[in-house]
């Protein structure tokens, strides 16, 4: 792969393990660029999105597994961070949209700041609420119905709300677990316009099942297979010329 040179991410020999004798995830190592978008491919099962959960830590909320190796964010181990510095750092939004049942929109957007307890005046409030909602263009869709639930909005709408309530505490990354999964053709695409516009402020990792969609948006993509990262490389260069006979396969639609 061409040298990333200004990495804001570095994955240094991770590996995750659910049993002492089943490694799910071995020895992975990439640099992240910042304000880009990377895709990570491959079948199911492959750890794609068991590496992208330990970006954020969600692997330490069960007992039996186990991450080592060193995960950077601007040279700082993400491992040792406390937990809630390091999930205002890194944003999550998962494959459905799951908005707060019981808050309304506007608290969604604010629910990181409440759930830590962060003070904030009215005006502040309103400030962080317009500006993350436009952010996610769904301001002017929900502007008149703030106090609705977000239960209340349409899957696509409901997908950019947890956007918004993960950029509102502006990480320094986004990971997305297959995004649009759930989602029409006409959410996906909104939302996949979305991405690209918001790479500017934040770098953002996708796992995706969708290879047509990790061709259109992303800038660099990773392959992963039985739990290793098989080839790593700028995404027009991958698509065109793969230099594993693997990754080669997968792109075809010969493995699966």
């Known amino acids: 792969m061409e040298n990333i040179k200004e990495p804001i991410l570095q994955i240094k020999d991770v590996c995750i393990s659910y049993t002492s004798s089943t490694m799910a995830v071995k020895h992975v190592s990439a640099d992240i660029q910042k304000n880009t978008i990377t895709a990570i491919m491959g079948p199911s099962g492959c750890g794609k999105s068991t590496l992208l959960r330990a970006v954020n830590r969600m692997h330490?909320?069960?007992?039996?597994?186990?991450?080592?190796?060193?995960?950077?964010?601007?040279?700082?181990?993400?491992?040792?961070?406390?937990?809630?510095?390091?999930?205002?750092?890194?944003?999550?939004?998962?494959?459905?949209?799951?908005?707060?049942?019981?808050?309304?929109?506007?608290?969604?957007?604010?629910?990181?700041?409440?759930?830590?307890?962060?003070?904030?005046?009215?005006?502040?409030?309103?400030?962080?609420?317009?500006?993350?909602?436009?952010?996610?263009?769904?301001?002017?869709?929900?502007?008149?119905?703030?106090?609705?639930?977000?239960?209340?909005?349409s899957g696509g709408q409901q997908q950019r709300l947890c956007i918004a309530r993960s950029l509102a505490l502006k990480p320094d990354v986004l990971l997305m677990d297959e995004p649009t999964s759930a989602l029409d053709p006409i959410a996906t695409k909104y939302i996949e316009g979305l991405m690209d516009g918001l790479k500017k402020d934040v770098t953002i990792l996708i796992v995706t099942h969708n290879m047509s969609q990790a061709m259109r948006i992303s800038d660099y993509s990773m392959f992963m297979y039985m739990g290793e990262l098989i080839e790593y490389d700028r995404t027009d260069k991958m698509f065109d010329n793969p230099t594993d006979e693997r990754t080669r396969a997968y792109l075809t639609g010969k493995m699966g």
Do not use: H
């Not at 060193?70 to 040279?75: D, P, Q, V, Y």
């Not at 263009?137 to 703030?146: G, I, N, P, Q, T």
């Open 60 to 153: 330490e909320l069960y007992k039996n597994i186990r991450v080592t190796g060193e995960i950077l964010l601007n040279g700082e181990n993400v491992l040792q961070m406390q937990p809630m510095e390091e999930r205002r750092r890194i944003g999550m939004v998962f494959q459905r949209p799951n908005p707060f049942p019981t808050m309304n929109i506007y608290d969604n957007v604010l629910a990181g700041y409440l759930l830590n307890g962060i003070r904030l005046s009215k005006s502040e409030k309103d400030e962080i609420v317009e500006r993350n909602l436009r952010s996610v263009a769904l301001w002017d869709e929900v502007k008149d119905s703030l106090t609705k639930r977000g239960t209340f909005l």
